[in-house]
């Protein structure tokens, strides 16, 4: 991430988000298959540009690259007081896909990795923004915020998984 790349209000970006949203960098490319996919992480996140995007045709930017941007808070169908639903909704009810706790780029300023820790990091991998077939875990996991129930106490802090633990 470069010194001139503009963070959200509270320093963090989103790790999913769309093409066309104002600051976007690309942090990774969609690998594995439609029904598997797997992000691998770039060093450096790269920003969005008309010439980047076009790498992907014919198909759409986001079967190809995971993006991420400022986060826009309560902007965003998916935050909730203050912090995002749709990692909490993850790492509720997604299996990990990883072990080891992915080399991302974004990592210092990941919203995902400061809610959530290295649960959201081994879930990450498999969320690719737009999915055409989800499976009913994952289209259940990208509902907006509060239309799905979490059976865990609001707040409660990073998951307990073994790994780093986020500033
Ligand atoms: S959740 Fe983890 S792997 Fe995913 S973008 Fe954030 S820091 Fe990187």
């Keep these: 991430?470069?010194?001139?790349?503009?963070?959200?209000?509270?320093?963090?970006?989103?790790?999913?988000?769309?093409?066309?949203?104002?600051?976007g960098v690309v942090i990774g490319v969609v690998g594995g298959s439609p029904g598997e996919p797997r992000v691998?992480?770039?060093?450096?996140?790269?920003?969005?540009?008309?010439?980047?995007?076009?790498?992907?045709?014919?198909?759409?930017?986001?079967e190809v690259?995971?993006?991420?941007?400022?986060?826009?808070?309560?902007?965003?169908?998916?935050?909730?007081?203050?912090?995002?639903?749709?990692?909490?909704?993850?790492?509720?009810?997604?299996?990990?896909?990883?072990?080891?706790?992915?080399?991302?780029?974004?990592r210092s300023r990941c919203r995902w990795w400061r809610e959530e820790g290295v649960a959201a990091c081994r879930r990450c991998p498999i969320v690719v923004t737009e999915v055409p077939n989800p499976t009913e875990e994952m289209a259940r996991a990208a509902r907006p915020a509060g239309q799905v129930r979490d059976p865990r106490p609001p707040h409660r802090g990073t998951r307990p998984e073994a790994g780093p633990r986020p500033p």
């Design 65 to 106: 690259f995971r993006m991420g941007a400022p986060c826009v808070r309560s902007a965003c169908q998916h935050f909730e007081g203050t912090r995002c639903a749709l990692v909490r909704q993850l790492v509720a009810g997604i299996e990990p896909a990883a072990q080891e706790l992915p080399r991302c780029g974004l």
């Design 1 to 23: 991430m470069n010194g001139t790349t503009p963070a959200g209000e509270d320093g963090l970006f989103c790790p999913s988000a769309q093409p066309d949203v104002t600051n």
């Design 40 to 62: 691998t992480y770039l060093d450096e996140p790269l920003p969005v540009t008309p010439d980047l995007l076009a790498l992907a045709a014919p198909v759409h930017p986001t």
